[in-house]
């Protein structure tokens, strides 16, 4: 089964096609992040128009890519939620009515289940049940995986999303959206021994909750205190940058393996944006090791938003029989634990 997966929730679109027997055909990302940059975040209305401008040809060039006709498409799946409604929208009318003319089933996919099954795509692959930390731009979860569509939430973010921090703590000391990759790059130059600690929120009680705002307002003190103070110098802010995405780093890595311990399992996946994060990462695989666990994740730009996720994982539905009314739904908020497991919809 050939599925044409559209990815149009945010400020990314992403066209691919997945293969339910040779796996991802083809795949094109094109980021809006330029026209989003002078605002300092995303514009709803602007990224909705350009998707309607992109959407099209780039369904043509991932064709071309995977060298097929539109004719030899057996379904398509894209995101209907959670995301901007217009920006979701102009997704949903035209995989809807690609499919329509093609009279192939069409399905609408939930963006953080995308997200959560990204590292399926690649060589190495966990089994379930396991546990996913989905860290994006507007979601922090770490969630029991049982089966696609067997999610049980075990915590969350009380306030601000680990990206939506990473995102205003750049725009405090003027790097541009998205954050979070300008954060990781600057602490590159950042000095482990500069004296600067950040709070790991949350992680002195038991739970599996987070919350990043104070984090977020102990680094804007930060700032304040070196900017009164005459020393807010690129060193400084490299310090900062560093003492922040360790700060952040650390709580997620002390929660995914309070995670693991108290569900009993060794494999956790890491999805969304943040997961991109190489310290991340190798903090992740040296803890885990430690405990008998492994880490799985996608490569760098299936962390991201892209086609290639929705693609898998309306796939997975379709298979499964699943597939959306003509009528288009999509929801701009959306649970993960609302999604049907597989097997319980009737095939047809
Ligand atoms: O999953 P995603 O592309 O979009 C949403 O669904 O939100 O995630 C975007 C978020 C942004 O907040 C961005 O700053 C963050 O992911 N991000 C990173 C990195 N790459 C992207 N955060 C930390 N380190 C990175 N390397
Ligand atoms: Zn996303």
Not at 287 to 309: H, I, W
């Amino acid at each position: 089964m050939k599925v044409l997966g559209l990815e149009t929730s945010c400020d990314e679109t992403g066209i691919a096609i997945y293969d339910t027997e040779k796996g991802l055909l083809a795949h094109k990302i094109y980021s809006q992040i330029a026209q989003h940059a002078e605002y300092g975040g995303v514009v709803p209305e602007l990224a909705s128009r350009d998707h309607v401008r992109k959407t099209l040809p780039l369904i043509d060039e991932v064709l071309a890519q995977a060298g097929i006709r539109k004719q030899e498409l057996n379904a398509v799946a894209y995101t209907s939620g959670p995301g901007l409604v217009g920006a979701l929208m102009a997704g949903a009318t035209i995989g809807r009515s690609l499919a329509y003319a093609l009279n192939i089933p069409a399905l609408g996919v939930h963006h953080m289940e995308g997200h959560l099954l990204a590292p399926m795509l690649e060589e190495t692959q966990p089994s379930m049940p396991f546990i996913a930390l989905l860290v994006s731009g507007g979601h922090t979860q770490l969630v029991r995986v049982d089966g696609i569509g067997q999610y049980k939430l075990l915590g969350q973010s009380l306030d601000d999303a680990a990206g939506e921090a990473f995102d205003k703590a750049a725009k405090m000391i003027g790097l541009p959206y998205p954050g979070g990759p300008q954060i990781a790059k600057l602490a590159e130059q950042g000095n482990k021994e500069s004296g600067l600690k950040f709070p790991r929120p949350m992680t002195d009680r038991p739970g599996l909750d987070f919350s990043f705002s104070g984090l977020k307002t102990a680094f804007l003190t930060a700032v304040h205190d070196a900017l009164d103070e005459g020393r807010c110098d690129e060193q400084f802010k490299a310090d900062a940058a560093l003492a922040f995405e360790l700060a952040i780093v650390d709580t997620l890595v002390i929660k995914c393996r309070r995670a693991l311990e108290s569900e009993g399992l060794k494999s956790l996946i890491i999805a969304g944006g943040v997961s991109a994060n190489k310290r991340l990462r190798e903090q992740l695989e040296t803890q885990l090791k430690k405990m008998k666990a492994s880490v799985f994740y996608a490569r760098p730009e299936f962390c991201t938003d892209n086609g290639a996720m929705i693609a898998y994982a309306g796939a997975q539905r379709l298979l499964d029989g699943q597939s959306s009314e003509l009528n288009l739904s999509i929801r701009a908020r959306w649970p993960l634990s609302d999604l049907p497991p597989l097997n319980e919809v009737a095939h047809g």
